[in-house]
């Protein structure tokens, strides 16, 4: 037993390094891994060394700085296609983006986090892109929201003892009062909405896409400049975007008494 818990804990360290490597930290010293792993510098060049073997990551030669593998990448595409959602979610982005003409994407719970798995980006000149396999809070954004009032209030409960809320920006209100109204709301409506000029500049319509089981399954959201963002504009994104997404609740399979109606409810 002894071993098999050593070799538990060994693929757990492997994987907070690799989790280590981020959008805004893409090449990473031996120090920096140390640093933010928690780890004893020689273990983790141990891990490092075993990672680089087998594709997972690798280092510059010329500066000494590690960053992720093609072998990550490799496994990420067998993800979403084993999955299928990926791909049984494109004919109903594609029909989000060609209705309106912005960017639409798709995104998933993991854990305490969501990761978009794919965009189709808009067909504007300006238009917003979403940087796709990038871990965000559960508490920052539509998309995020839409999966977190997904979630039973005992999980959301611990989920919001455990957390540190990050304000987004200078000034933002982020605590447990704030996300429970923003919850509620959102189990009202059926969708999620959000505009910042402070952030990115954009606003955003999110519904949740649900499975068989009437499990929420990811979201979908489509992502406008607010440039653009008229009453008009937030109007007609919203019935696109719940629509498109009771469709493809549909086509997983969700429930007829779920995904009919005109705006979904969460339950």
Known sequence: MSGDRYNVSAVERALDVLNAFTHQRPELSLTDIASITKLHKATAFRLLATLCHRGMAMKNPTTGLYRLGFGVIALSEVAKTSTGFVSQARPSMRRVRDELNETVYIAVRVGDVRISLDQLEGLRDIRRVVAIGTPTPLYVGSTSRVLLAAMPDEEI?????????????????????TLWRAIAEIRRDGYA???????????????????????????????????????????????????????????????????????????
């Open 157 to 177: 409960a611990a989920y919001f003892a455990r957390t540190t809320f990050v304000p987004p920006f200078p000034g933002a209100k982020v605590d447990a009062p």
């Open 193 to 267: 909405e959000t505009h910042n000029k402070r952030i990115d500049e954009g606003a955003s319509i999110s519904a949740a896409v649900r499975g068989p089981a009437n499990e929420v399954v990811g979201a979908l959201t489509v992502s406008v400049p607010i440039g653009r963002y008229t009453a008009e504009v937030r109007g007609r994104a919203i019935e696109v975007v719940t629509e498109a997404a009771r469709a493809l609740s549909r086509q997983l399979g969700a429930p007829e008494s779920v995904t009919g109606g005109a705006i979904h409810r969460f339950t």
